[in-house]
């Protein structure tokens, strides 16, 4: 399983960004995918996941300002961001659950200035 992540950059606070995640090999239409970020110095965070029927869960710091989607014939998740706030800036990293295993790939970083 293979995970890219894309859409990260430079925003000012305030602003928006939508990440997006593509999935590839031997990927299972019931997996459930999601996000977790990691700011420098601090523990890895999940942000937000969404199961293949749609269900979502929502870290508390992302509740009503970002919105996790999929398109499932595609493979791809992504992250709408809006409200950024300075200590929103980390890595963001795109992952999957499937078949009993926790995959992700490499980040993209979201950097949010003040």
């Known amino acids: 399983v293979q995970l890219q992540a894309s859409g990260g950059g430079l925003v000012q606070a305030g602003g928006s960004l939508r990440l997006s995640c593509t999935a590839s090999?031997?990927?299972?239409?019931?997996?459930?995918m999601g996000w977790h970020r990691q700011a420098p110095g601090k523990q890895r965070e999940l942000v937000a996941i969404?199961?293949?029927?749609?269900?979502?869960m929502y870290a508390d710091s992302a509740k009503g300002r970002f919105t996790i989607s999929r398109d499932n014939a595609k493979n791809m998740v992504y992250l709408r961001m809006d409200s950024l706030k300075p200590e929103d800036t980390a890595v963001y990293y795109c992952?999957?659950?499937?078949?009993?295993?926790?995959?992700w790939g490499q980040g993209t970083l979201v950097t949010v200035s003040s």
């Open positions: 992952l999957t659950v499937q078949s009993g295993g926790l995959y």
């Open positions: 090999g031997k990927i299972f239409s019931t997996n459930t």
């Open positions: 969404m199961t293949s029927v749609g269900s979502t």
